[in-house]
Every structure is written in structure tokens, then in C-alpha cells.
């Protein structure tokens, strides 16, 4: 097995909350606080694919997202950090006023060129079309696929799983609940629980594709870092259970049913949650595990998102 390297960029160890929502306890992990600029869960998948960056000694790096996306932000912001260029191909319209995510990236000086859902189709093809531009003038680039969710980006969430052993006893709980996008989250976290040998169900909110297209690229990241690195562990198929139907309303909208019990839970908490991803992942944890009778917890993973909120600001005073 060759554990490959990394930059630390995010503050981590991550605290382990436990707090009291509806008179029930919950187990929260808190990647939301990795860092500030460089909040959320992307930020332990940057720490290896920036350094992978650096090593082939690129000049850029591009990426992909929604207007909104976390992760676009995040790669900006590491890029900064370590003396880096980014470009960013982001799903939406150029708003004359940026609010969010799409401020802070706009702030820091990436390079933005926005797409349609159509041409978001093949975001792929045009970025490695505009790195031969850059290539001919020049400029090295390193490509970091949507959502930074590569066979290298998932080591983020196979490590978490040891951080996380070192702060509870693992027989506390009976599986990690983590909002779904592009897929390394989950794909991390079942490999790391399969490399531990522990008895965990890792749930997926889906938010952006459908459960079997989740499912299958949650499984092909796990299978493929499995063979790229060699690892010594089968990937525990069954111990995957994706949690459908929390994202009719669309990735970039949230219901307001939803919100309402967003805005209940940072009133009894102090905790904001997302509208994207964390928001709708929470919605189901409610549904499923909140009034669960069982000694041992689900545990709720917060991946971050705070910007996310800016844009939906009235959305979530009305709740
Ligand atoms: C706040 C937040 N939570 C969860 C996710 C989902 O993570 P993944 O793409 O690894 O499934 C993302 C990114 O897609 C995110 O920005």
C-alpha cells in the first residue's frame, strides 16, 4: 500500500460535537471548520491534489462547478495560497453583483469562465481543450475534476475516518451520514472504514445526481483507488446506502419545509447549515436517525457550504 503525500492546508483535526436538537443527541463531525476562506469537506481532497499540483509543476489550476460551487472556491483559495493561478468553469450567468462563493472567488483573481447547462455537459472536454490553449503559450495546467473527486482527492475522507477514530470509540456508532454531490466524500469514507475493518453504513444524500448514478460513481472512485494504490481491503458494496428523494426541489434550490427545520436547528444549536448539500443531507438524517432508538448513532457529518447561504439570504429569514 503507497500512501501518497499531501500539503496541510486545513485545520485539522476537525472538532467532534455532540449537541442537543429536539431533545435528542447528536454526534456532529465539523468539517465545516477546516479553515475559513477555505471552509468545508473540499479542503482534506486539496490538500492532496495541490500537492500533486505543485509536483508537476503547474502554473494553474482549473476547475469546475456550479455558480455557487464550494469547491471551485476552496481550489481558488488554495491556489492562492500556494502561489497559484486558478480558472474556474462554472453552471450560471454572470451576475453583476457576485454574492457568496462566487464573490470570494471573484475577489481573490480567478479566472471565470461561465457555462450553460448545456455546455456544463461537457465541462470535461472544454477544460482539457483550454488546457492545449494554455499548454501552447506556455502555461502548465493541472485539472482537478468536479468536486476534486479523483482516486488521489478521496485519501481526504480515507483519512478522516482514522481522525475520527481517534476522537470516539467507533463502537458508538453505527454509520457516518454525509451529503452526496460529486461522490469522494462517500467514496473516502467507505474505503476508510473498509481499511479499519469496521462495522459502519455510510449513508449518501444524494443532491445532484440520481441514486444510481451516485452510487456508481461513489463505487468506481472506491474500486479505483482500491487498485490505483493497492490497498489491502475489499470495498463493502452493501455497507452503502444512498438516501434518495432529498433534492426534488434541485441542486440549486432548497424547499421550504426544508428550510424551516434548517433555521430550527441554528436556533437550538448555533449551527447553519447549507442550502445546497448539508441542508438537504440533514433533512434526512431527521427523517431517518434523529428519533432513532438505539444505542449506537448515526453521525452527522457537517461538510460545510456557510457561503452558499449569502445568495439565499431572504429565502432563509422567511423560513
Ligand atoms: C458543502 C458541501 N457538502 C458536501 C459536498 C459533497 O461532497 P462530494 O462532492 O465529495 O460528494 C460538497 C461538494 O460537492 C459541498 O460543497
Redesign the pocket.
Known sequence: MKIPRKNNLANIPTPLQAVSFEGEKIFIKRDDLTGLELS???VRKLEYLMYQAKREKADFVFTSGGNQ???ARATAVAAAMMGLKSKLFLWGREKTAAEGNLFIVKFIGSEIRFLTKKENERVNDIMFEEREKFLRRGKRVFVIPE?G?TTLGIWGYINFVDELSRQINMNQISGIL?????????AGLLLGTALKKLDLKIYAVNVLYSEGEIKKKILNLAEGCKLQFNLNAEVPKDKLVILDGYSTEGYKNISSDKLKLIKKFAQQTGIIL?P???GKAFNAFYDYFLFEKSNRKVLFVH???IFGVFGKRQQYLNA
Do not use: E
Not at 180 to 185: E, I, K, R, V
Open positions: 468545508g469537506n473540499k460551487s464550494n469547491h468536486g473527486s454525509t451529503a452526496a454531490g460529486s461522490g469522494g466524500t462517500s447549507d445546497a448539500y448539508t461538510t460545510g457550504g
